[in-house]
């Protein structure tokens, strides 16, 4: 509607926006350019997942939704009567096909970005620690985590940011962040999740186009909370975007 009103507006367009909230195109596109990312297979009927041959464990989400929506510890299946449990459960409840990847074991990091062209801008690493949630919570920022453990009143603090990383693991996590926001063609900010893959490369788990920015730090929202160890407030970060469409626009 703002197209065709010829209103000028921040952020990514409605093709980027669609690509990216179905989290199978995005991934051909990754594909495509040689950025890595899990292995994977759209189940949009329960027979699509027969003689398939992929090692377990894998992850079963719903293959369009965000903030982990569907996404519970019993996402994460282990053997093929939990990954038919899990596809009938996404199939059923959803009304959407089932995104069935392999799982990434590695480190799992939240990366904010900002800008457009030659000024786009990486703001500090975030780490997801899995080493200190509960024992007994499988090692997925799930549901549970994002919302359960995670409450305003309840001190959930797993985040790391800047995340402590060596200089080359930065760098590529960078790279591989900053070749994914320009290849899907993101404008202005996004985030997006990385986690490493059994041999340490980094992978990208999905991209975030319009990304939560939830105010109140105690919601441990990401993008507001990397853009604070930026040195940005939560009104620079949020006249930050504005003007980086504003300058893509022209308007400045
Ligand atoms: N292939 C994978 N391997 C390992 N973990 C994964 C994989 N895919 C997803 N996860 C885990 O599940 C979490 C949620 O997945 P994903 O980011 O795709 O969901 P979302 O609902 O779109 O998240 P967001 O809240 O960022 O919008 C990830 O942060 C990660 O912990
Ligand atoms: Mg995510």
Partial sequence: MLEMLQLPYSGSDPLTLGICLDKSRAKEILTYHKIPNAKFLVASRMKDITGTNFE????????????????????????????????????????????????????????????????????????IRYEDFPEDVVPLYSYEAKWILDTKENNFDVFE???????????????????????????????IDVRLDKNGVSNIIEINPLPGIMPDPNENSSFPKAACAAGMDYNQMIQRVLYSAAKRYGLL
Avoid at 60 to 65: L, T
Avoid at 177 to 184: A, G, I, M, Q, S
């Fill in 56 to 127: 377990f464990p894998l992850i079963v989400k719903p293959i369009s939704e965000g903030s982990s929506k569907g996404i519970f510890s019993s996402s994460f299946v282990k053997n093929t009567k939990e990954l038919e449990d899990e596809v009938g459960r996404i199939l059923t409840s959803y009304n959407q096909p089932a995104l069935i990847e392999e799982f990434l074991p590695g480190r799992e990091f939240t990366v904010a970005v900002l800008g457009n062209g030659d000024e786009t801008e990486v703001l500090p690493i975030i780490e």
């Fill in 161 to 191: 940011c800047p995340a402590k990383l060596n200089k080359q693991l930065q760098e590529k996590i960078k790279e591989t962040v900053l070749r994914t926001y320009n290849v899907l063609k993101c404008k202005d900010w996004s985030r």
